[in-house]
């Protein structure tokens, strides 16, 4: 998609916010333990390359990534700190996997195996073994799977690295910790039958590590909490204060009054009750803001303004308490005056979570990089 950059529509990143959370994240965790910044999904719609150096500014020493292409671009674009895939590469790509030095997550013997075969002499695959031990998307299920493939990887130590261990927790994030004890019983059988560990043992997504502290580990896989989010949403309180990092902000491009009784958008489904101040605002659900947020708002000068009608695909519609200029700048998350709304506010009233929010805005929306120290 085009690049709005002739539109005043702009997600910005407030890198300072980025290096503080990470700073605050990596001065609670034990002496010697690395932090891995989780940067799938263009850094939670952040801006991967952006993100993998503010977060590597503030100290973080590897990255995680969902798929081979994030990892390429990271590679790409000159990080040659390690980089984990978190999903499932396709064996056929192994050979990328060396010549690159990118680790991958390996959740069956049959992985290597079909690796195996696609790798030519000395190259070196850096696998971490995947552990289900509830989530139920990838990995070993049972240690003795485990234990088979750990031996044929020292058979093929040509070929294999045995660098990483590690499980994803399913419930981190609730109050209820039953599910995670479960959980962390079954990593400790699968760990048992390891003689030696490798250089990375990682359980700890962001929720575990906030909340989680008993936990094993040298290594965490920090995502949602370096972008200043509360993985829980709103249900447990952060150990520290988060600092959101995104503010999406536009402009009015248009403004009317509109007569008692005329309608705005698509379906007519609001109409005037009186003569009102209607302002136009050059986003929509092209731009990954969602359609449902009719009835939501946003700020328009420290007030909070309805947004009325249908959100269409690249506009919508508020009503303004009286007439502003063109070009007033609009807050659809971020602070305004002393008033605020943020990327939870914009979930909840959307039926989601504040992760899909974020990274689903478009490319069509251009990033602006506050407090970047190369810009
Ligand atoms: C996405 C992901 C993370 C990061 O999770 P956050 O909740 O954003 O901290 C960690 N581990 C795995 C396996 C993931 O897929």
């Given amino acids: 998609m085009n690049t709005g950059t002739h539109r005043p529509t702009v997600i910005k990143v407030d890198a300072q916010a980025i290096r503080q959370n990470i700073k605050q994240e990596l001065g609670r965790l034990q002496p010697g333990n690395e932090l891995f910044a989780v940067i799938k999904a263009n850094g939670y719609g952040h801006g991967l390359t952006h993100v993998a150096r503010f977060a590597s500014e503030a100290g973080a020493t590897g990255f995680c990534v ?39 997550a390996v959740g069956s013997q049959q992985w290597l195996e079909e690796a195996n075969k696609v790798l030519c002499g000395d190259s070196v695959v850096r696998v971490h073994f995947a552990l289900d031990t509830g989530m139920g998307r990838i990995g070993f299920q049972e240690p003795v799977e485990l234990k088979a493939a750990v031996a044929y990887l020292k058979m093929h130590s040509d070929c ?40 990375y043992v990682h359980v700890a997504n962001s929720a575990t590590s906030l909340w989680h502290k008993a936990c094993e580990g040298n290594m965490i896989r920090f995502g949602i909490a370096l972008y200043g989010m509360n993985p829980s949403g709103r249900m447990i309180k952060e150990p520290y204060e988060l600092q959101p990092a995104l503010a999406l902000t536009s402009a009015l491009v248009f403004v009317k009054l509109l007569k008692k009784g005329r309608s705005v958008s698509y379906g007519a489904t609001y109409t005037a009750e009186e003569d009102e101040w209607i302002g136009t605002v050059p986003i929509g659900y092209a731009d990954g803001y969602p359609r449902c947020l ?82």
């Fill in 160 to 199: 294999f690295l045995f660098e990483g261990i590690f499980t994803h927790f399913a419930t981190a994030d609730e109050l209820d910790d039953h599910y995670f004890n479960t959980q962390v019983a079954r990593f400790k059988a699968f760990m048992a039958i390891l003689t030696k560990k490798p250089r």
């Fill in 294 to 375: 009719q009835g939501f708002h946003v700020l328009v000068n420290g007030h909070f303004c309805e947004i009325v009608g249908r959100v269409c695909m690249d506009q919508l519609m508020i009503r303004l308490p009286k007439h502003y200029e063109i070009g007033t700048e609009v807050v659809l998350i971020g602070k305004s005056g002393d008033k605020e709304i943020s990327m939870v506010d914009v979930a909840e009233k959307s039926g989601t979570i504040n992760y899909e929010i974020a990274c689903r805005f478009s490319s069509r929306i251009p990033r602006n990089y506050l407090n970047d120290h190369e810009s």
């Fill in 66 to 104: 969902a798929i081979l292409d994030e990892a390429l671009e990271l590679r790409e674009a000159g990080f040659n700190q390690p980089i984990l895939v978190l999903g499932i590469v396709e064996p056929k790509y192994a050979q990328i996997l060396a010549d690159q030095k990118i680790s991958v």
